[in-house]
């Protein structure tokens, strides 16, 4: 089993309430989750309104089809997300038995 991770903070310029940075965060969700079938949810600064970080998690029986899927669950967040990207991070896990 290969698991992937996919982390993504974004700095949202000018949100001043929590209300604000929610419906950011359930709009780049619940598009992910429809598109890519995957888990997401908000994994830092919870608490801060100018900062998101969400957590994009996936699994397959292949490391192609796990990076492969979160590559492009990247590039849809890119293209549609009224935040700026401040950094993203890949992580693979493999069962080797």
């Known amino acids: 089993m290969i698991i ?6 974004f700095h ?3 949100n001043r309430s929590l209300k604000g940075k929610r419906k950011i965060a359930q709009s780049l969700k619940q598009k992910l989750r429809n598109k890519f079938n995957v888990a997401v949810a908000e994994v830092e ?3 801060v309104h100018e900062k998101l970080v969400l957590g994009v998690v996936t699994t397959a029986n292949e ?9 492009k669950a990247l590039a849809m967040v890119e293209a ?16 080797s038995d």
């Open 80 to 95: 549609i997300s009224p935040a700026e990207l401040t950094n993203c991070n890949t992580e693979i896990f493999s069962d």
């Open 45 to 47: 600064a919870m608490d």
């Open 63 to 71: 490391t192609a089809r796990v990076e492969s899927r979160l590559a």
């Open 4 to 9: 992937g991770v996919l982390t993504l903070q």
């Open 12 to 14: 949202l310029h000018g």
